[in-house]
């Protein structure tokens, strides 16, 4: 099964213009994205997706592979579905170019739990939030699933709400959904062409898509982590993840 990764990054963010290029500890945050990835053992290749030629000169400019594409797109699987239509691969992973990824080995678990349920149309990952103030927070979106592992919905409030629950033994807890998925590549190039959804518009959430229009997706729950750069702030939060990181692996 040959696997495709793709990072979609453009340079015009409402909340961070240009965040792609800001530099987090001497390197470009596209450039630590693309590096993370990059130690993933099952990705037979591995691109950047960008709208604007200075993200694409970084990336070949430290030796990674880079692929233009139109500047009309909606969100950031749109511009990943126009690069996979032209690569041979079963499996294509979108790894969104905002998100630092503690562990590359995490594309393998989104990838993996693609593989391990055949009904499924895409994957992704999430991991137990345990700080208040991210369960509150409408930049760390939160997911719910079924029994079975599968996506129910995503949201930028907290999810599930526990304020009606009476009794002291409510057992629950609160995931936060990591920005990375897996496509079966010709699901991924049906989704692009699905109209857009009321909920999907209404949290600003592009996978809920999927699930309006009746897909299923998959989520395996990780114990690694990430950080999200959604705003200029974010540069420290990231720069105090990378420094635990290194300081972890001494």
């Known amino acids: 099964m040959r696997v495709a990764g793709i990072i979609p990054a453009r340079f015009s963010s409402s909340r961070f213009a240009g965040k792609a290029l800001a530099p987090i500890r001497g390197k470009t945050l596209i450039r630590h994205v693309y590096e993370r990835a990059l130690s993933s053992p099952c990705l037979n290749e591995l691109l950047v997706a960008t709208d604007d030629s200075r993200i694409s000169q970084e990336v070949v400019g430290f030796g990674g592979k880079a692929v233009?594409?139109?500047?009309?797109?909606r969100c950031g699987t749109e511009r990943v579905?126009?690069?996979a239509g032209g690569l041979d691969a079963d499996i294509v992973v979108n790894i969104q170019g905002d998100e630092l990824l503690s562990d590359g080995r995490m594309v393998d678990e989104?990838?993996?739990?693609?593989?391990?349920?055949?009904?499924?149309?895409?994957?992704?990952l999430a991991a137990e939030i345990t700080e208040e103030s991210?369960?509150?927070?409408p930049n760390v979106v939160k997911v719910v699933t079924d029994l079975s592992g599968n996506a129910l919905f995503f949201s930028r409030s907290p999810i599930p709400n526990t304020q009606y629950s009476s009794g002291s033994d409510l057992q629950v807890s609160f995931w936060k959904h990591i920005g990375i998925y897996a496509?079966?590549?010709?699901?991924?190039?049906?989704f692009v062409e699905l109209s857009q959804t009321p909920l999907e518009l209404a949290e600003s959430l592009e996978q809920l898509r999927i699930l309006e229009h009746g897909g299923r997706m998959a989520v395996a729950v990780t114990s690694h982590s990430s950080v999200s750069i959604d705003v200029p702030?974010?540069?420290e939060r990231a720069t105090l993840f990378l420094e635990s990181l290194?300081?972890?692996?001494?």
Not at 134 to 137: N, T, Y
Not at 246 to 250: I, N, V, W
């Open 183 to 190: 496509f079966r590549r010709d699901f991924l190039l049906r």
């Open 246 to 250: 290194e300081k972890a692996s001494t």
């Open 68 to 73: 233009l594409t139109s500047p009309r797109h």
């Open 134 to 137: 991210e369960i509150i927070s």
């Open 233 to 235: 702030s974010d540069l």
């Open 110 to 124: 989104c990838v993996s739990a693609l593989c391990e349920k055949p009904s499924a149309d895409s994957s992704t």
């Open 81 to 83: 579905a126009e690069v």
